[in-house]
């Protein structure tokens, strides 16, 4: 088993920066996806951003040039750096570690509010 926690959330003004940290811990693969997703009140959950093992990244082109993943597979931590937040960023923001071994597999950390308000 995995397991994901987070760290980071809060309550911040527009226009204002919050980091988010994922550690992963338990079972070890060589090989995995990390990423974050988030899901406001009344919506889907949504992919924010992704990062590999060898640091490609892709983002949701709504946090595009604002958002920044990246990890430190030393730690197997993951990040989400968050400027120039907006109001419609808040949500609750999930830790993800994807992996395939014989099947897929999806691991969710507990998940962490983020509040952008003034």
């Known amino acids: 088993q995995v397991q994901l926690v987070e760290s980071g959330g809060g309550l911040v003004q527009p226009g204002g920066s919050l980091r988010l940290s994922c550690a992963a811990s338990?079972?070890?693969?060589?090989?995995?996806?990390m990423g974050w997703y988030r899901q406001a009140p009344g919506k889907q959950r949504e992919l924010v951003a992704l990062?590999?093992?060898?640091?490609?990244?892709n983002y949701a082109d709504s946090v595009k040039g604002r958002f920044t993943i990246s990890r430190d597979n030393a730690k197997n931590t993951v990040f989400l750096q968050m400027n120039s937040l907006k109001p419609e960023d808040t949500a609750v923001y999930y830790c993800?570690?994807?992996?395939?071994?014989?099947?897929?597999?999806?691991?969710w950390g507990q998940g962490t509010q983020v509040t952008v308000s003034s």
């Open positions: 993800n570690l994807f992996v395939i071994t014989t099947t897929a597999i999806n691991y």
């Open positions: 338990g079972r070890t693969f060589s090989f995995f996806r």
């Open positions: 990062i590999s093992n060898g640091g490609n990244t």
